[in-house]
């Protein structure tokens, strides 16, 4: 048993699809979330903005004893993480290779779409891992840049005509091409999953790279003693109302109750870490 907690962090609400999935695969597990609501959106911004932030995001995460890292962002796990997990002795587990995995397994004509940041396209990450998975499967690629505004700022129900048509802008060639799979590769996206199932037609498999890879994450941590189940949230910004957005994606059960960290004064991130 190791009842080291799990960090997850992302650049705000879009890690919560990470932890929706450890929860309820590993109920007994001490998670703890990082969402950098003060700096979002990552996607946009340099690559060498992005391993600062991830530097400073995984050295918050470590001054408590972890065992592991879910790196629940598509664009940190596209341009950051080869860099800083270097540079951490715990196992940092991406949201790509595991929403690869399942996409190749889920698609029979291997047409696969693709949509995340600007980052994470012009990264070209998913596209090489689908190929080295499998070579002949044809893929198209679209950042979609405001979807991660619109999620940050609540609108992601159905009925919302702007959210509405902002997807249809962004997915109509990606659903003229044919997929029979889409790969919501930023992990803010799933929460405007029904919007965007409504769009391409149930025919269409979604999938979501943070339960994906929280999936994996259970396939190697140790667990923790039963009993231990709890989430802490931490942000950098405004608590009030990522808790109240946090609540609605969770579930609506669990009031989230967010602490304020000063993320700009983490920079080194401390190798090792106590077993607890
Ligand atoms: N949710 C993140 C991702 O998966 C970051 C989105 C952003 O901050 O631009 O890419």
């Known amino acids: 048993m190791d009842n080291r907690a799990i960090g997850v962090f992302d650049s705000g609400l879009g890690g919560l699809t990470a932890v929706r999935q450890l929860q309820k695969l590993m109920p007994d597990e001490h998670i703890i979330y ?13 690559r060498r903005t992005i391993i ?40 940092m587990v991406g949201v790509v290779q595991p929403a690869c995995r399942r996409a190749v397994q889920e698609t029979k004509n291997r047409k696969i779409g693709i949509i ?7 990264s070209g990450s998913y596209e090489a891992g689908l ?14 840049p405001l979807f991660v505004p619109l999620v940050e700022n609540g609108r992601f129900r159905t009925g919302d ?16 091409f044919g997929v029979d799979t889409l ?8 929460l405007l999953a029904d919007l965007i199932r409504a769009y391409m037609g149930d025919q269409v498999t979604l999938i979501d790279p943070g339960a994906e890879a929280a999936a994996y994450t259970k396939t190697f941590v140790e667990p923790c003693e ?3 189940g709890r989430t802490e949230y931490y942000v950098s910004d405004d608590p009030d109302s990522f808790g109240q957005y946090a609540s609605v994606f969770l579930g609506g059960n669990e009031t989230v109750r967010a602490d304020l960290v000063d993320i700009a004064s983490y920079e080194t991130i401390r190798k090792g870490n106590q077993k607890g």
């Open 226 to 228: 039963p009993g231990n």
């Open 161 to 176: 005509r702007v959210a509405e048509l902002v997807v249809e802008e962004y997915l109509q060639e990606i659903r003229a």
């Open 183 to 190: 790969i919501l590769g930023c992990t803010h996206y799933p």
């Open 34 to 46: 990082f969402g950098d609501t003060g700096r979002v959106p990552y996607g946009s911004r340099s």
């Open 131 to 144: 190929h080295t998975l499998n070579p002949s499967v044809q893929t198209i690629a679209r950042a979609c």
């Open 52 to 91: 600062q932030y991830t530097r400073q995001d995984t050295a918050f995460l470590l001054s408590h004893p972890l065992k592991a890292i879910v790196v629940a962002c598509g664009t940190v796990s596209s341009v950051a993480m080869g860099t800083v997990q270097q540079e951490v002795s715990v196992p």
């Open 116 to 122: 995340g940041t600007k980052g994470t396209i012009q």
